[in-house]
């Protein structure tokens, strides 16, 4: 089975310029979350979709960041403009719906690492 | 708020022997469930253990295990017979239970860079 791929692995922009992440779930896991480290701190939570729904997202920072998941397959964040404090690792994460039961863990993508000059 | 604690930025341990990496947690919750995920370079992070607050047994994994201490709000990572391939960034994560369901909304620590030395 493919893992959680996103992309791109680095993105290195300016101040003021526009990104836009992707993340492809596992296919069949209708939980997908985007999650942020700052570099030398701790990753935290920014959103978590069920399907095409924005469940939670209570940690996305301001309104310069838009989190999409159009049809309920992949996932993009778009951070529009950038800031320098913007910059860090964006991961993102699938896992199966559950009704109060564990199904098994999060599974991680690799992250994007975001660099904002 | 819960918040997650990891106050060994970096350790380092010779192949074969045993590192404890620690993790300290604040919540209000009694019912709750705490994790550790490790990160080897340039790759995906993955789960190592769970632990479930309402089980007092400490939950091991092969080589991996626990000592959780609810009183003290304290989950230790003992990791024995250490491998070069546990290198890696190790994150200790919690979970409410009071979560809907489905969201595995994780609070996260810093992290503890562990380094295996040959």
Redesign the interface.
Known sequence: EA??TQFPSHSVIEKGQTVTLRCDPISGH??L?W?RRVM??????LL?F?KESK??ESGMPNNRFLAERTGGTYSTLKVQPAELEDSGVY?C?S?Q????QWKG??????GTRLTVT | AQTVTQSQPEMSVQEAETVTLSCTYDTSESDYYLFWYKQPPSRQMILVIRQEAYKQQNATENRFSVNFQKAAKSFSLKISDSQLGDAAMYFCAYRSAEEPGGNEKLTFGTGTRLTIIP
Not at chain 1, 97 to 100: F, I, K
Not at chain 1, 105 to 110: D, E, K, T, W, Y
């Open positions: 893992g959680v209708d939980n979350y999650y030398g701190k701790e990753i935290k939570f978590h069920v469940q939670d991961f994460a896992s719906l559950r009704d109060g863990p999060l599974h991680f993508g690799n």
